[in-house]
């Protein structure tokens, strides 16, 4: 194994730069660092004004997502020895606006997340005295798998469909969707689906699946996608055959 | 102030947009097997039209199926049928591995396993396919 990687780093300042350039650093590579510890090396050690996001190095904060050979990749857990003998080239995470270097502006995701209302929807609150909402765990389970969404943006970055058509609604939003409508104490499924079932919802998604190839978080995205659809087609189903009031 | 706060970044000036490249699907191998899988849909849609040709001869009398038979004989159609069927299996492929994500099914309150799943269209792949042998050749 080298004892040195070569780091090839796209930066864009954009106070002196029309469009993104490489700069190259070569920082040490012992066996347990990773993509993220190169980029702190850089910035202590080598180069000050190089700028990205990160926060708690342990795959749980979700700001270190960046491209890491062509890859969406959280930095912190991707080890820099896997890319022996180097180079190892890190861009900015795809299909996003490009703030400075590799810090990406997601604001757009931000703007999307709260229309699918991630939030549980209740027709009626029961009151106080009736104590909570209670969950057996085969209820929790039911859920659970798409509630451990970081909002790290790796799957936006791998969706096709969202760099060709930004108004894709996108993997994780909708990932968080199906999350609220599987849980047993959520009312909300059909107004979310009344906004979800259109061509910048879940129809637009053609099912590539590199949202759940990518994901850190085992939440499979593509999967509640495709399962969303079913329930849409059977409602939909449903809505033609049957009168309102059965529904 | 109707817009929101954050509407003027919407056409910052200074952040650079990349934009997809035309030839995207070209870049990895799981973006090129979905183009393909996507186009053999087309490949699907021939082998319906050249089932409906051959219902349409058959329908003719003899002569017309006979017609219809050499015409599937030309090498051009053999050569198409040839590429049809790789995509048809490919299509079916890679839409049964895909079948579990999209289909959660419980029995006795246990979450069946995604992999019986696309075991059970496989075997139903088989069942049918292994009926369509019985009928063309067992019953001669």
Known sequence: MPDRITLQVVRYRPEKEAEPTEQEYEVPCPKDWVVLDGLNYIKDQLDGTLSYRWSCRMGICGSCGMMVNGEPKLTC?????????????VEPLRN????????????????????????????????????????TPEQLDEYKQFSMCINCMLCYSACPVYGLEP?????????????YNLDSRDQGSRERLDLLSDHEGIWGCTFVGECTRVCPKHVDPAGAIQRYKLTAALDWLKGFFLPRGAR | MNQPPHAYTDFHPRWYRPRLSTYWWLDRWPYLAFILRELSSVFVAWAVVYLLFLVQALARGASSYRQFLDWSASPGIVLLNVVA???????????????????????????????WIAISNYVAWAVVSLLVIWLLVARD
């Open chain 1, 77 to 89: 857990a991707t080890f820099l020895s896997e890319y022996g003998p180097g180079p190892v080239r």
């Open chain 2, 85 to 115: 069927l790789a995509f048809l299996c490919f299509h079916a492929v890679t839409w049964f591995n895909l079948a579990p994500q999209a289909m959660v099914v419980h029995m006795r309150g246990k979450r069946v396993p995604g992999m």
């Open chain 1, 167 to 179: 108004h894709f609604v996108g993997p994780a939003a909708i990932a968080l969707a199906q999350r």
């Open chain 1, 96 to 135: 996003f606006p490009i703030v400075r270097d590799l810090v990406v502006e997601m604001g757009d995701f931000m703007r999307k997340l709260p229309t699918v209302k991630p939030w549980i929807v209740r027709k009626e609150e029961k009151p106080l005295a009736e104590g909570e909402y209670r969950q």
